[in-house]
């Protein structure tokens, strides 16, 4: 994708607003050094970039060092971010890369199997060892390189499956993926596992460990073309094409948008307490055949909506919406961004790319 991050007057004024809300809270970063994993994925183009305009505006002198696979392929799509002077690039896979010299106080491991694998039904058992052979490998290098924080971007999907009695899921909810469903189960007891081992390396030598259970979101950056459902309904809206809702449209979803997300994730890690969950994400529920609605009117109501399936009568709710309440309560963190603002400024960032 062309970079028009640098362009968009919508995106520079997501990251004064990320910089303005954790402005307190970078001091421990001040002449340090940050590792970040997953660095080309949707949360790390968000990361380094709130990263690099908070070093700037509040001139922290810190440096980040990116852990990638392919560099051509990193400066070819993010070539302002991997050209600012406070970014290094590290190659290797994140099951076997080589550690990078000098002492590191902080880590952000925000690497999973691509989105794109997912879509392209990658095999549950690559999936799972790759996650998890993934995570032990930064927590081996964070006990050697004198991390003092690390922040772990876990899935809300290691809850398993939401109860129908329960409206939205609490941290305090001890369910788990039903390890009989690979397919549906691999990401979620993956990232179960991440944490456990981010736990015990982070009690055993010494150094904090954040843990975010991140939910669904939306905003610039997301991929359009895979199977995220609001980013299907996104691309058919701006292309004027219908909206399709594959199924019967009843499952709950809520979406925070990314500008939320990064404070929230920032804070956590700064300012979240040690081996505790808290949830990433907006108790805003709405049925996926709405959001499709919600798409279409925000569009200007060019495109219809069609919904394939029909209720069935006395099946289990599908839902997948988290408990934010920790979070607010013991962070001060809140949604700036509601859903319908969430889709209009993602729209005019995919119609900025699009026109460009």
Not at 4 to 25: A, F, G, K, P, W
């Amino acid at each position: 994708m062309h970079n028009i991050m640098e362009d968009s007057n919508l995106i520079r004024d997501d990251l004064d607003q990320i910089v303005s809300d954790t402005e307190t809270l970078w001091s421990s970063l001040r002449g340090e050094r940050l590792f970040i994993t997953g660095g080309t994925g949707f949360f790390g183009k968000w990361f380094l970039e709130s990263f690099i305009r908070a070093n700037e505006r509040l001139g922290l002198n810190a440096q980040a060092v990116v852990l990638t696979r392919n560099p051509e392929s990193f400066c070819r799509e993010m070539p302002r971010i991997a050209a600012n002077s406070a970014i290094g690039l590290h190659v290797g896979d994140i099951r076997e890369f080589s550690y990078p010299d000098g002492e590191f106080s902080h880590i952000i491991h925000a690497s999973t199997t691509s989105a794109v694998a997912t879509y392209n039904h990658e095999r549950p058992v690559d999936k799972f060892t790759t996650i998890v052979h993934g995570a032990q490998r930064v927590c081996e290098f964070a006990s050697r390189c004198g991390c003092r924080n690390m922040l772990l971007t876990s899935s809300g999907s290691a809850y398993g499956s939401q109860p129908e009695n329960l409206p939205f899921m609490p941290e305090s909810y001890t369910g788990a993926p039903l390890v009989t469903t690979p397919e549906a189960s691999a990401l979620g007891e993956s990232k179960r596992i991440s944490e456990l081992l981010a736990c015990m390396y982070g009690e055993q030598y010494s150094f904090e460990v954040k843990i975010a259970r991140c939910f669904s979101f939306v905003g610039p950056y997301l991929q359009l073309d895979i199977h995220y459902a609001i980013g299907n309904f996104i691309q058919a809206a701006l292309a004027g094409r219908p909206l399709v809702v594959h199924g019967d449209g009843t499952p709950l979803r809520s979406y925070q948008y990314t500008a939320d997300l990064m404070t929230w994730l920032w804070t956590i890690m700064f300012k979240g307490e040690s081996r505790r969950l808290f949830n990433v994400g907006s108790m805003d529920a709405i049925s996926i055949g709405d959001l499709a609605h919600l798409v279409a009117d925000c569009a200007g109501n060019r495109s219809e909506v069609h919904i394939e399936g029909v209720p069935v009568r006395g099946q289990m709710l599908n839902s997948y919406i988290p408990d934010t309440r920790r979070a607010e309560e013991e962070l001060g963190l809140r949604q700036r961004v509601g859903l319908r603002e969430a889709i209009m400024k993602t729209m005019e960032f995919y119609g900025e790319y699009i026109a460009s």
